[in-house]
């Protein structure tokens, strides 16, 4: 073996993305016994293959990490209904309430909290016909806020139901029931 095949063994060992032994590259070198003016030309060669190397290597992006698995939000609202009627979970993402003698019309709010300690912002808004008894909700991982009016032919306000902190991970929790003024 002679020097310029151990070069090249170097070269290609970097151009692979490996990382040579460059002590043992420089042991093998000088054991050739070469005059020593070619052997200072192999070792100059040998320095500049491995200066490639440290070149590619601070270019070369760095491996990135695995992202960490989101974390759970720190504040979590529980359901909580409040009202003097009963509403509660139907099939899926709906909400469903007993049909009521004397509403005429509901009025349907939904809000949504960006923010865990913000306020709740209006989503959507409309009104339903009084023999309405259920409405799908648009779930996601913010929590909503509804509140179902119950209006008589006078528009006064007859039965309500407000539904907070609804989320996809929280529809299927047991949902705390509030004191009501009414």
């Excluded at 709010?109 to 865990?116: L, Q, T, V």
């Excluded at 209006?151 to 539904?163: E, P, Q, T």
């Amino acid at each position: 073996m002679d020097a310029e095949e151990i070069i090249r063994e170097a070269r290609a060992l970097v151009a692979a993305g490996g990382t040579p032994d460059w002590k043992s590259l420089r042991d093998r070198l000088r054991s050739l016994d070469l005059p020593r003016a070619a052997e200072r030309d192999a070792l100059r060669r040998l320095e500049r293959v491995g200066a490639v190397q440290r070149a590619r290597a601070s270019v070369q992006p760095k491996p990135v990490a695995a992202a960490p698995p989101p974390r759970k939000a720190l504040l979590r609202s529980r359901p909580t209904i409040t009202g003097n009627m009963d509403a509660r979970r139907g099939q899926g993402d709906v909400l469903v309430w007993p049909r009521e003698r004397g509403v005429v019309s509901w009025e349907l709010r939904i809000s949504e909290r960006p923010d865990p300690r913000g306020d709740y912002e209006l989503r959507e808004s409309g009104e339903l016909p009084g023999e309405t008894t259920q409405v799908e909700l648009p779930l996601s991982d913010l929590p909503l806020r509804v509140h179902l009016l119950g209006r008589d032919r006078g528009g006064r306000l007859v039965r309500r139901a407000i539904v907070s902190g609804l989320t996809r991970e929280t529809w299927r929790e047991r949902w705390q029931r509030r004191a009501s003024a009414s």
